[in-house]
T-cell receptor
Framework: QKEVEQDPGPLSVPEGAIVSLNCTYS??????FMWYRQYSRKGPELLMY????GNKEDGRFTAQVDKSSKYISLFIRDSQPSDSATYLC???????????FGTGTSLTVIP | EAQVTQNPRYLITVTGKKLTVTCSQN?????MSWYRQDPGLGLRQIYY???????DKGDVPEGYKVSRKEKRNFPLILESPSPNQTSLYFC?????????????FGPGTRLLVL
């Protein structure tokens, strides 16, 4: 079983839509939960992180972590064409010092 | 400007010909990593380093070597490349492996092994 599972999409939405991206994980020891955004032909860049359970909001982006269900989400409100990218979830803080990434979800926001 | 640099950006080689991909960061970060990114498999950690002379295996270390002789540099070595190592490689660095410390990624090295 993979440490982190993520639906690869692709996901295509109209501009202004609310986007929901999700990941599940198997290692209950994970403490740090991150979302990275990767534009085509670029390296990933950190979008948001959350420590343990709870919600975190930053502008149009909201990250949620439900440790009891081993489920994390990223919501994008009022999506823009510039949000078109691949979104990767990542986790760390288990017994080792590794990062575990999901496969990424490709998002296209259509003007 | 804070950055992670990788060289070369593109590389075509043949099976068995040793190669090194360099990685350098200018942020005085202690934690550095190498990842490979493959379609359908996502980003997988190859090796990471907590500090100078401290390296450890990630999920997919077979066929790779690393060294950390200086804080800023973390080269990835393929002693005898094989076609299944054709991939997109990223180097990354951060202050620590904890999630609140932003992990900065390099621009990537696209490797083709014939």
């Amino acid at each position: 079983q993979k440490e982190v599972e993520q639906d690869p999409g692709p996901l295509s939405v109209p501009e202004g839509a609310i986007v929901s991206l999700n990941c599940t994980y198997s290692n209950s020891a994970f403490q740090y939960f991150m979302w990275y955004r990767q534009y085509s032909r670029k390296g990933p860049e950190l979008l948001m992180y959350t420590y343990s359970s709870g919600n975190k909001e930053d502008g149009r982006f909201t990250a949620q972590v439900d440790k009891s269900s081993k489920y994390i989400s990223l919501f994008i409100r009022d999506s823009q064409p510039s949000d078109s990218a691949t979104y990767l979830c990542a986790m760390s803080g288990g017994t080792g010092n590794q990062f575990y990434f999901g496969t990424g979800t490709s998002l296209t926001v259509i003007p | 400007e804070a950055q992670v640099t990788q060289n070369p950006r593109y590389l075509i080689t043949v099976t068995g010909k040793k190669l090194t991909v360099t990685c350098s960061q200018n942020m005085n970060h202690e934690y550095m990593s190498w990842y490979r990114q493959d379609p359908g498999l996502g980003l997988r950690q190859i090796y990471y380093s907590m500090n100078v002379e401290v390296t450890d295996k990630g999920d997919v270390p077979e066929g790779y070597k690393v060294s950390r002789k200086e804080k800023r540099n973390f080269p990835l070595i393929l002693e005898s490349p094989s076609p299944n190592q054709t991939s997109l490689y990223f180097c990354a660095s951060s202050l620590s492996p904890r999630g609140q410390e932003t992990q900065y990624f390099g621009p990537g090295t696209r490797l083709l092994v014939l």
